[in-house]
């Protein structure tokens, strides 16, 4: 079994400003993460995943995440962001080798002012 | 290019009646995963369906929920006799093939509230 820890609920921001959101993971086997963005009242939307090979990893929209194994970490940062970058981001595991079901943490809610 | 339809996009409930939620997956998708997103928590994995077979339930409280994927058709998420409890936003995802760390697609979701 696997779970995801986002200890952060809520990131208060300056426009411009860097960001990093942090997510944690435990697993007894070797898995895959995933980042996700959910704008209000919006589905999903994949921002990048780690599979294998560098360990970091760039995505849409300017967002990149460092794969940490002895940490277990897959923390998310954009060097600048922007008022449209406000959103809910989720960190998500699935089992490598098996059905990709995933596990999400509980989201960390960004908010980007002016 | 049509991205995972769920339909209907909000509905309600009196506690006691029957849900239906559907979800046609991405073109080209075989594989449909449904989640479900409660007030401030994360989403959680219910159940994970190819045509005609459901592959893991393991998320699927055990009664009053199904699913199903038929040959033809949308998938659809069933609840019966609901309570207040099953107010929740319910996602679907889909995927080409059931391999670990392919990309799942969502949809839009259904907001279920249970009056």
């Known amino acids: 079994a696997q779970s995801v820890t986002q200890l952060d609920s809520q990131v208060p921001v300056f426009e411009e400003a860097p960001v990093e959101l942090r997510c944690n993971y435990s697993?007894?086997?070797?898995?895959?993460l995933f980042w996700y963005v959910q704008y209000p009242n919006q589905g999903l939307q994949l921002l990048l995943k780690?599979?294998?090979?560098?360990?970091l990893v760039k995505g849409i929209n300017g967002f990149e995440a460092e794969f940490n194994k002895s940490q277990t970490s897959f923390h998310l940062r954009k060097p600048s962001v922007h008022i449209s970058d406000t959103a809910e981001y989720f960190c998500?595991?699935?089992?490598?080798?098996?059905?990709?079901?995933?596990?999400f943490g509980t989201g960390t809610r960004l908010q980007v002012t002016l | 290019n049509a991205g995972v339809m769920q339909n209907p996009r909000h509905l309600v409930r009196r506690r006691g009646q029957e849900a239906r939620l559907r979800c046609s997956p991405m073109k080209g998708h075989s594989h449909v995963y449904w989640y479900r997103q409660l007030p401030e928590e994360g989403l959680k994995f219910m159940v994970y369906?190819?045509?005609?077979?459901?592959?893991?339930e393991s998320g699927m409280p055990k009664e009053r929920f199904s699913a199903e994927f038929p040959k033809e058709g949308p998938s659809i998420l069933r609840i019966q006799q609901v309570v207040r409890g099953d107010s929740a936003a319910y996602f679907c995802a889909s995927s080409p093939l059931g391999q670990a760390g392919q990309p799942q697609h969502f949809g839009d979701g259904t907001r279920l509230s249970i009056l």
């Open positions: 998500a595991v699935s089992e490598t080798g098996t059905a990709s079901k995933l596990t």
């Open positions: 780690y599979l294998s090979g560098s360990t």
């Open positions: 697993s007894s086997v070797s898995v895959y």
């Open positions: 369906l190819q045509k005609e077979n459901i592959i893991d």
